[in-house]
């Protein structure tokens, strides 16, 4: 029996049952008695994997929400005081944070001494260039823009330290956690391989393993493992009509990931830079090359834990390279 016909068959024995007035849950155990062969048991991870998941959803939550809240301050911060949005290019960033907490509107930042402005930088950490860049801070905050009227800039500048504090906070968490993270992914035995191929760091190879889970029974083949992380194309055809489109429907936290690790294998692996200026030249726009080297590290991975071996550079893109020769 093909699988559109057995679809159909359980179809029509579940609208028959609704039409007796039969439970649902009766008729799903009778198809689990009689047609468990047709089915996979259900995929199951081992505790640490799950507390790895856990640990690497919440912090990737909170990088959102911190990315979330400093656009928000970028906002406001342009409506009042653009100074703070020209000298900082983060503002995330701890020099940000630091002089926007002691300085939240533009006529706190023009009375700002260079000294003051030093000593505040060191209080965060910084150690290089504290003068100069003390410098360069006292100068923006004294060039010429124009100002909102008195009472509105005081109730920007309220904003602003509410925004910084929170901002300041989701920083110090999302390091606490980060650290969490690492020592759980270190302790399974998944890490070494994961870690081994290139662009895979802690936090990127504790997201893979979070996202993907550890049971080796998942995923049936490596095309299975490219439809679940969404990397895979879909082919739609009409005619002599054919397009190839991206996967929209898919998980947003592994979809993040696998584009951050292709982008991080441009400058970590030859074979995977090589693998992405053939479908730029091809006519691949980045993104579209992105997804496709994604893809393919993805059955990479997907054989190196299936064989319980190492990344190897030379066997992964061997035969591509003797192609392009």
């Known amino acids: 029996m093909d699988l559109t016909s057995y679809v159909a068959r359980l179809r029509e024995e579940l609208a028959g049952a609704a039409e007796l007035g039969g439970p649902d849950a009766r008729v799903l155990a009778e198809l689990a008695r009689t047609d468990g062969h047709n089915h996979r048991p259900v995929a199951g991870d081992s505790e640490l994997a799950e507390a790895v ?13 911190r990315q979330k809240h400093t656009n928000q301050l970028r906002s406001i911060l342009r409506e009042f005081y653009p100074a703070a949005v020209d000298v900082f290019e983060s503002l995330s960033s701890s020099d940000a944070l630091a002089i926007l907490g002691i300085a939240p509107t533009p006529l706190m930042g023009r009375r700002l001494t260079k000294p003051r402005i030093a000593a505040a930088l060191r209080r965060v950490g910084r150690q290089r260039r504290i003068d100069e860049r003390a410098a360069e801070i006292h100068a923006a905050f004294r060039a010429e823009y124009l100002q909102a009227p008195g009472l509105v800039a005081e109730a920007m500048g309220a904003t602003v330290s509410a925004l910084v504090s929170i901002i300041a906070e989701l920083v110090t968490q999302i390091g606490r956690l980060e650290t969490e993270l690492a020592n759980r992914f270190e302790q399974h035995p998944d890490a070494e391989i994961i870690r081994s191929l290139p662009g895979l760091g802690m936090i990127l190879g504790a997201r893979v393993l979070a996202e993907f889970g550890d049971d ?3 995923f049936h083949s490596p095309k299975s493992r490219k439809n679940y992380a969404g990397t895979s194309p879909i082919t739609r055809a009409s005619g002599k009509h054919r397009v190839v489109l991206a996967r929209y429907a898919r998980n947003q936290r592994l979809a993040d990931t696998t584009h951050l690790w ?7 692996s030859p074979g995977a830079r090589l693998y992405y200026d053939q479908r730029r030249a091809g006519g691949d726009t980045h993104n579209k090359a992105l997804r496709a080297l994604a893809n393919r590290l993805v059955g990479i991975l997907h054989g190196c834990l299936t064989t319980r071996t190492p990344y190897d550079e030379a066997k992964a893109w061997a035969h591509r390279q003797a192609a392009a020769a």
């Open 262 to 268: 292709a982008f991080a294998t441009l400058t970590a």
């Open 53 to 65: 998941k856990v640990l690497a959803r919440a912090h990737l939550s909170l990088i959102w929400s």
């Open 216 to 218: 080796p029974n998942r």
